[in-house]
């Protein structure tokens, strides 16, 4: 009796049954069966070989000893990093488990975390070197790699990573593998048309060239970019952007060095399309550069806005912070009075800083204001402050800098541009504006290297150097967005 109660004890556990309290029988979750489909929606993107994350959750073996930390970060929200509150926006991939899926996880792990029977498993996720989407067309890279010191300021370095285009082409997707992402703050992929980066490399040593601020010439377009927790997506259907025949890729990389020297070889994968583009995919910031972030204040605001000069349909958007950033939140207030919540991101988190893409773009007429607020913690009790103690921090370039920006990926609300139609495009978006003889515009879009409305979804450059405060205070902005920036942070 003893021994038959015993064969059919430990028969039950290994077929994944576990005894409870009210007598009936609760079915143990196993790795092979319900948790490694999980991962597969929710965790593998960042959790395999040769990408961002610490350690790969593509098998049991690579899973097992991570088993404790992984409940802890699924029941304090840590895990999955998805930042965007629900009911703001409706967006593809949004890693956002379950009551369920969470209680699955806390099973297995309370359960001694099981294998269970490896033919259960479903088929697994390939990443081909690394790739998230795929092996793409074209795979481009600097020809060497670049030293990365252990200590020093931040590093802003430029590399040529392509030859001249031999014909033009239509990118859909360009998706960026960090190759020491501990050092990498963020990557942006920059068009030159007209080889002005062939003569910056030539004339500094080692891979690559100094670029802090932007590339070094005024760019005709971009690819995106990368930073942490952004992922990449192929463009909707019959929306791509052009690479010119005769333009190279330049990859902008901003290193923050982390007390190791480190041998940094960035790649990129681009993808073409094989279909007709109908649209071109162009990048609007909304940003406020003005703002001054008080020492000891834990929630002060800063706002920005424009009004739309056209109908877009928005495909995506980009928020941006840095280390002191705490929320920010991007409305819409259309002509007709209606409010729409484009994102809201409640729990900033410099480490993980995604492209939201909605799931249907966004129509917004002409006239639309959008609005952008956020909030700041620069008290000494902000475990990410960089400053002891801390001090007045303005908009910059360094990671301890601040910046208060988004980006909106959009197309025309109309059918494919004419001629006509995208000279009109660029009259609104650069209006003549003089200033003692020159034309204002022209020297803000040199000195930002071409981002005032900027074609790269990531980061938004220093105006500072080229430009006093009293100056900026002076620009027309109104003419320019809709409404003068703040002075200072309100």
């Not at 891979?207 to 995106?224: A, I, M, Q, R, S």
């Not at 909030?375 to 402050?385: C, R």
């Amino acid at each position: 009796m003893r021994k038959a109660f015993l064969v059919a004890f430990f028969g039950g556990l290994a077929l994944g049954f576990w005894p409870s309290v009210g007598g009936a029988n609760k079915k143990v979750p196993t790795f092979s069966k319900e948790v490694v489909r999980i991962f597969q929606q929710n965790c593998q993107a960042c959790h395999h070989p040769g990408y961002i994350a610490p350690f790969s959750l593509m098998t049991y073996e690579e899973a097992k000893p991570y088993a404790r930390a992984i409940k802890e970060a699924v029941l304090d929200g840590r895990m999955p990093p998805w930042k965007a509150a629900q009911g703001c926006g409706d967006f593809y991939d949004a890693r956002i488990l379950s009551a369920a899926d969470k209680q699955t996880i806390v099973d297995w792990v309370d359960a001694g975390a099981p294998e269970g029977d490896p033919r259960d498993l479903p088929e697994p996720i390939e990443f081909p070197g690394g790739w998230m989407l795929g092996e793409p067309q074209v795979e481009l890279k600097s020809p060497e790699a670049f030293r990365v010191p252990p200590t020093g300021n931040d590093i802003y370095r430029c590399f040529r990573v392509s030859e001249p285009f031999t014909e033009d082409r239509y990118v859909t997707a360009a998706e960026i593998l960090p190759d020491k992402a501990a050092v990498t703050h963020h990557v942006l992929l920059f068009i030159d048309s007209r080889g002005d980066s062939v003569a910056l490399d030539e004339r500094d040593e080692g891979p690559g060239y100094n670029c802090f601020g932007g590339p070094g010439f005024v760019p005709n377009g971009g690819l995106g970019g990368w930073a942490p927790g952004n992922f990449p997506r192929f463009a909707p259907e019959g929306i791509a952007t052009k690479v010119p025949k005769g333009a190279r890729v330049v990859m902008q990389v901003h290193y923050h060095p982390n007390g190791t020297e480190q041998l940094d070889q960035t790649r990129v994968g681009l993808h073409f399309s094989d279909k007709p583009v109908n649209s071109n995919l162009s990048y609007l910031p909304i940003f406020n550069f003005t703002f001054q972030l008080q020492p000891g204040n834990k929630n002060q605001k800063v706002t920005a806005s424009l009004i739309l000069p056209f109908d877009i349909k928005v495909i995506g958007v980009t928020p941006h912070m840095h280390l002191l950033g705490k929320q920010m939140k991007i409305e819409a207030r259309l002509p007709n009075g209606k409010r729409q919540c484009l994102v809201n991101v409640p729990k900033w988190d410099f480490r993980w800083q995604g492209t939201y893409v909605y799931k249907e773009p966004v129509k917004l007429p002409m006239g639309t204001l959008i609005k952008l607020t956020a909030f700041y913690d620069n008290s000494a009790e902000n475990p990410n402050q960089p400053n002891h103690p801390p001090k007045v921090v303005r908009w910059g370039e360094q990671t301890t800098d601040e910046m208060c920006l988004a980006f909106l990926s959009y197309v025309r609300d109309d059918r494919s541009l004419t001629a006509s139609q995208q000279e009109e495009e660029r009259r609104l978006l650069s209006p003549v504006i003089k200033m003692g003889g020159v034309n204002l515009v022209d020297q803000v879009r040199l000195k930002l290297q071409s981002a005032l409305y900027s074609t790269s979804p990531v980061e938004m450059y220093n105006f500072s150097s080229g430009f006093s405060r009293a100056e900026l205070l002076k620009m027309p902005w109104k003419e320019l967005f809709g409404e003068s920036p703040k002075p200072s942070c309100h």
